[in-house]
């Protein structure tokens, strides 16, 4: 079983900065990990994603603005999030996938005020 807990939500002014931060418990070996968000009244979209090589990808409106990265040693995985605007206001979600299940984390709000 792996447990995801992620922390560093909050809130910021529009063009300020955060960084999340999502570490994993248990013993299980991770592969991929990735960011989603949900605004309210919208679907859950993936935000980035980060291969067990270090691999990726974004959603276009975050694209140069927003960096995942982990740290394998720790099974932690990070999204800072620069020049923040309103829209990026959401529930942020973090996603684990093992080889035999996907796991997520209780999320955290992330609030821009414009």
């Known amino acids: 079983q792996v447990q995801p807990v992620e922390s560093g939500g909050g809130l910021v002014q529009a063009g300020g900065s955060l960084e999340l931060s999502c570490a994993a418990s248990?013993?299980?070996?991770?592969?991929?990990m990735g960011w989603f968000r949900q605004a309210p009244g919208k679907e859950r979209e993936l935000v980035a994603h980060i291969t067990a090589g270090g691999r990726t990808n974004y959603v276009d409106s975050v694209k140069g603005r927003f960096a995942i990265s982990r740290d394998n040693a720790k099974n932690t995985v990070y999204l800072q999030m620069n020049e923040l605007k309103p829209e990026d206001t959401a529930v942020y979600y973090c996603?684990?996938?093992?080889?035999?299940?996907?796991?997520w984390g209780q999320g955290t709000q992330v609030t821009v005020s414009s």
């Open positions: 248990g013993s299980v070996s991770i592969n991929d």
């Open positions: 996603k684990v996938e093992t080889l035999f299940a996907d796991f």
